[in-house]
Structures are given as structure tokens and as C-alpha cells.
T-cell receptor
Framework: KAGVTQTPRYLIKTRGQQVTLSCSPI?????VSWYQQTPGQGLQFLFE???????NKGNFPGRFSGRQFSNSRSEMNVSTLELGDSALYLC????????????FGNGTRLTVT | AQTVTQSQPEMSVQEAETVTLSCTYD???????LFWYKQPPSRQMILVIR??????QNATENRFSVNFQKAAKSFSLKISDSQLGDAAMYFC??????????FGTGTRLQVFP
């Protein structure tokens, strides 16, 4: 079974631009969640999608948004990029039952210059 | 608010020895889940072990075991017969029936031959 796939692996953007990150979950998984990892703030929850509906949202500004498609693939978008958005963005998928473990992808390293 | 605290930024152990990583958490829920994740330099978060709060028995996975003290809100990870491949960042995490994980700040484990 293929694991969680995140694309691209690396991204360099300029302040003010926008970016879209993609996540393909494990086959059969209906829940996708996103996390931001930085040296200063650690791992922080961004949002969780289940069957195309946002089920949970973290404490991030509205510039951060996401969506999930009918095939469970998910995208997250960050608009008007700031230097502080530089981070490793991790996507995880699960069966979505709350008790089921999360399986993480390798992440997308975003650098904002 | 749910919080997870890892008070050991770094730990080291000699190959074949045993090491224990500490984690405390705070929650007002009575039914929840606790996890230990490992993040090697490859960046991918790997689930090491998980514990359901309603189960009194401590979880074990081969060389990995936990000491779950619900009243004390403590969830430590014991790694027996440490191997070089165990070197990584270890994150303790907590969730309540969703895929929203609250992570600790992590403990970097070094394994010496």
C-alpha cells in the first residue's frame, strides 16, 4: 500500500506570493490533516478534513486555507506569504475514526524569501 | 486547554541500553489517546506506540513500551535494547477523538555505539 504522498518536497517563494501544497492520502483513508512544523513553534495543527468537510481548524490566520476532494486528496493554500510562513508542512491521513493512528507524509519544506 | 510537555530537550543512550523519555499532559477529557511519534532526519513522522486512556494496561510494541499514569497525567516511553536506528526526535502527542494532535516540543535522542 502506498504511503501518504506530499508534493512538492521543496518550495521557494517570495513574500506576498501564494502557494498550494498537495497531499494524497493512503488509499481508503478519508481523513486528512495538516500540520506546520517550525523550530520556534514546534508542531502545530492547521486543519482536518473528513469526507470533503473541514472538521477541525487550528489557530491560524485566514491566509491559510485548505480543501479536500471527493477522492480524499487534499490541498492547502497559503496566500500573501510572510517570512514566518517558512516551515515544514506535514500532511497526515487516517481512517478518521479518532482512535485510528495518523500516517504522515514526508512533508513539504516551504522557504519564503 | 490541552497541553503536552516534554521536559527533556535531549537524551543520550548507549547501544543496547535502556532509555526513558518523559511526557506529561493536561486535559479535561476522560477519554482520549496518547501517542509517541519518531521523526528521523528523513522528516517523516513515524508512529511508535499509542495508548487509549480507558485502557489501564500499558501499551508495548517490541522494544518500545510506555508507563501510563492516568491520575498523574504522565506518559513516558521506554526504549529497551537501544539501536543506532533509534536516534531521532521523539514527540509525545495527545488527541481527543479527532485527528487534531497536540504535540510536545520533542526530545532529541542520540544513540552511541
Amino acid at each position: 500500500k502506498a504511503g501518504v504522498t506530499q508534493t512538492p518536497r521543496y518550495l521557494i517563494k517570495t513574500r506576498g506570493q501564494q502557494v498550494t501544497l498537495s497531499c494524497s492520502p493512503i488509499s481508503g483513508h478519508r481523513s486528512v490533516s495538516w500540520y506546520q512544523q517550525t523550530p520556534g513553534q514546534g508542531l502545530q495543527f492547521l486543519f482536518e478534513y473528513f469526507s470533503e468537510t473541514q472538521r477541525n481548524k487550528g489557530n491560524f490566520p485566514g491566509r491559510f486555507s485548505g480543501r479536500q476532494f471527493s477522492n480524499s486528496r487534499s490541498e492547502m493554500n497559503v496566500s500573501t506569504l510572510e517570512l514566518g510562513d517558512s516551515a515544514l508542512y506535514l500532511c497526515a491521513s487516517s481512517l478518521g475514526r479518532g482512535s485510528s493512528p495518523l500516517h504522515f507524509g514526508n512533508g513539504t519544506r516551504l522557504t519564503v524569501t | 486547554a490541552q497541553t503536552v510537555t516534554q521536559s527533556q530537550p535531549e537524551m543520550s543512550v548507549q547501544e543496547a541500553e535502556t532509555v526513558t523519555l518523559s511526557c506529561t499532559y493536561d486535559t479535561s477529557e476522560s477519554d482520549y489517546y496518547l501517542f509517541w511519534y519518531k521523526q528521523p532526519p528523513s522528516r517523516q513522522m513515524i508512529l511508535v506506540i499509542r495508548q487509549e486512556a480507558y485502557k489501564q494496561q500499558n501499551a508495548t510494541e517490541n522494544r518500545f513500551s510506555v508507563n501510563f499514569q492516568k491520575a498523574a497525567k504522565s506518559f513516558s516511553l521506554k526504549i529497551s535494547d537501544s539501536q543506532l536506528g533509534d536516534a531521532a526526535m521523539y514527540f509525545c502527542a495527545h488527541s481527543y477523538n479527532t485527528d487534531k494532535l497536540i504535540f510536545g516540543t520533542g526530545t532529541r535522542l542520540q544513540v552511541f555505539p
